[in-house]
């Protein structure tokens, strides 16, 4: 009964964030801001995807991550996009970018709308709808994505370490980090569930296995049994560059396994155990890890919704780029 009580709050939550969301155009942003210019635009996109992510899926988790880095890093403005240049270092040369792939594909989505309506669409809306639709495309959900989001014209490395989460930040940290992004604690711990697919570098977890707290130790809020496992594919002193699954058992697929895993003392970062530090972060996890993610597809669309309006420049500022490494 309590359960179903608290279900019904989340659900009813749940539908009036949606109301807020339509009534407002978070930020200047709109849904269908191309159907004048581009009306073909979204298609374009996802087909351009299609034959990329079916070819190979792990880009997937990969492109949905790079909205992600750009969106905490300057705001969603195409940021990640840009190579270095003679002046500065790039964010996609700092640390964390460690493992974004599919640059690639991103460029072909926008060589291919360049040829039908060029310089019209900007690459970070093109993030923007290559996140949603990289997720739908292996399983997850869809939302509408409103767009106008024009490109920025710098990238600087420092900035990315400054702003973006750290793999080892406790909660505290991880909840000033998204509320100086505008993001709330339930923003937190849904965009967290970006973790159920993908794949993490042994050097992500390598403190967490053999030197917590710098005593040679493991980090005790780790489930042993799962430790161990992790310790048999990261072995210490070992390559670095060996991966393991974010969400073990279904890291190809969009789904709720990630809260199950993290209530289980499964989660592979400590930024992912560290949700269960919090009263509402934890209430979370423990719901859709009992209701097999219940709220959890329409809570992630809403949340990608908000993180996608994050610092947006719109209408007359920045410039829609040619190339999205490039600027003008
Ligand atoms: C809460 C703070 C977060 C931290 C500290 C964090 C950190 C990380 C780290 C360290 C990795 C592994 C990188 C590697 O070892 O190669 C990773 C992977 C990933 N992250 Fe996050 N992340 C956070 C939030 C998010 C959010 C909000 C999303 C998207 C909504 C996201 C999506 C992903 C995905 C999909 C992967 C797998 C990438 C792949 O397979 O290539 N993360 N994250
Ligand atoms: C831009 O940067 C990417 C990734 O760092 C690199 O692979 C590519 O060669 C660069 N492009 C140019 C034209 O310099
Ligand atoms: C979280 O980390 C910050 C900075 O490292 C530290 O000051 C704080 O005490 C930590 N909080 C918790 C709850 O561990
Ligand atoms: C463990 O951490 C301590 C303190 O940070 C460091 O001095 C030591 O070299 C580390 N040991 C290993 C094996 O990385
Ligand atoms: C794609 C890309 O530029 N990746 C860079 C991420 O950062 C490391 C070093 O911190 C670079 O070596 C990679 O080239």
């Not at 493992?99 to 709308?113: M, N, T």
């Not at 970070?124 to 767009?147: C, E, H, K, N, Q």
């Not at 967290?192 to 050097?203: F, K, N, Q, V, Y």
Request: hydrophobic share 40%.
């Amino acid at each position: 009964m309590a359960m179903e009580k608290l279900i019904s709050v989340l659900f009813s939550k749940f539908i009036l964030l949606l109301l807020f969301l339509d009534v407002t155009n978070a930020c200047g942003l709109q849904l269908g801001f191309y159907s004048g210019t581009c009306p073909n635009a979204e298609q374009i996109a996802y087909a351009v995807l299609y034959k990329y992510i079916s070819r190979d899926p792990t880009l997937a988790p990969s492109l949905l991550r790079m909205h992600f880095h750009d969106c905490f890093v300057r705001g969603c403005d195409g940021s990640v996009l840009l190579n270095s240049t003679q002046g500065y270092k790039a964010e996609k040369e700092a640390f964390p970018n460690l493992s974004l792939r599919g640059f690639h594909v991103i460029d072909a989505v926008k060589s291919e709308l360049e040829k039908k309506c060029p310089g019209v669409v900007s690459c970070a809306d093109i993030l923007a709808l290559v996140a949603r639709d990289a997720v739908f495309m292996i399983g997850g959900p869809s939302w509408d994505v409103p767009t106008g989001r024009r490109d920025g014209r710098v990238s600087i490395d420092t900035d990315a370490l400054e702003q973006l989460p750290s793999f080892t930040a406790n909660i505290t940290e991880l909840i000033k980090d998204f509320s100086a992004k505008g993001l709330s604690v339930k923003d937190l711990v849904v965009l967290s569930g970006g973790h159920t697919i993908g794949i993490g570098h042994c050097s992500s977890i390598s403190d967490r296995l053999y030197n917590f707290t710098g005593k040679g130790d493991t980090d005790p809020s780790l489930d042993p049994k799962y430790a161990s496992a992790l310790k048999e594919k990261c072995k210490l002193g070992g390559d670095n560059l060996k991966t393991v699954e974010m969400d073990p058992g279904s890291f190809r697929t969009f789904d709720e396994g990630y809260y199950s895993n993290v209530a289980k003392r499964r989660g592979l970062l400590r930024s992912d155990a560290a949700l269960l530090d919090d009263v509402q972060t934890r209430t979370y996890v423990q719901l859709q890890s009992v209701t097999h993610g219940w709220t959890f597809a329409q809570d992630f669309g809403a949340s990608m919704i908000k993180m996608g309006s994050v610092g947006v420049l719109t209408g007359n500022q920045g410039e829609i780029r040619k190339r999205c490494a490039f600027v003008n």
